[in-house]
T-cell receptor, first 113, second 111 residues
């Protein structure tokens, strides 16, 4: 299956700062990547679909200006949480669309103090 | 609205005690149903994709089946290393690659 690398694994930041999370598809050229968010003991909620070379498509209720997504190449998508607040603390996971399935990164645990 | 419901929320098994996890779904048109395993603090690990009613897939102690309304993940003679959260997700015909997840079943297998 596709290998997806996500970095960093965890990050702690102060309220008001911005945090960037990287998602790389190591062995597959991904025109589409997805960003999910997961709260403790809850399911994965799709935040946005990242399309290479074009604007991301955000799910209803997800703030575009707060969660900036850039998919500049076929192997890299980034999610930037701008002006983070404690309520943004969560587990963020990216995934790569591969024919017939999605492969996921290892996730990033964000804690905003 | 497309929806996925998993049961039970949590399951505790003795090593060797076989059981089944349920995934009920409603979707306008099913493109595929997916099973993933997720360990704490990790991303989901792909297990199976099922596409049509009657289809079955196996991997080691796991076997997934699919009907028109639900899917089962059967675990035969589980071992402690099978302890994880098992997630079910569906992909609708009109939503290319987008997955809708259930809340998962947290499985604990005790020696």
């Amino acid at each position: 299956g596709a290998v997806v690398s996500q970095h960093p694994s965890w990050v702690i930041c102060k309220s008001g700062t911005s945090v960037k999370i990287e998602c790389r598809s190591l062995d597959f050229q991904a025109t589409t990547m997805f960003w999910y968010r997961q709260f403790p003991k809850q399911s994965l909620m799709l935040m946005a679909t990242s399309n290479e070379g074009s604007k991301a498509t955000y799910e209803q209720g997800v703030e575009k200006d707060k969660f900036l997504i850039n998919h500049a190449s076929l192997t890299l998508s980034t999610l930037t949480v701008t002006s983070a607040h404690p309520e943004d603390s969560s587990f963020y996971i990216c995934s790569v669309a591969h024919p017939g399935k999605l492969f996921f990164g290892s996730g990033t645990q964000l804690s905003v103090l | 609205e497309d929806q996925v419901t998993q049961s039970p929320e949590a399951l505790r098994l003795q090593e060797g005690e076989s059981s089944s996890l349920n995934c009920s779904y409603t979707v306008s048109g099913l493109r595929g149903l997916f099973w993933y395993r997720q360990d704490p603090g990790k991303g989901p690990e792909f297990l199976f994709t099922l596409y049509s009613a009657g289809e079955e897939k196996e991997k080691e102690r796991l076997k997934a089946t699919l009907t028109k309304k639900e899917s089962f993940l059967h675990i035969t003679a589980p071992k402690p290393e099978d302890s994880a959260t098992y997630l079910c997700a569906v992909q609708a015909l009109e939503n290319t690659d987008k997955l809708i997840f259930g809340t998962g079943t947290r499985l604990q297998v005790f020696p």
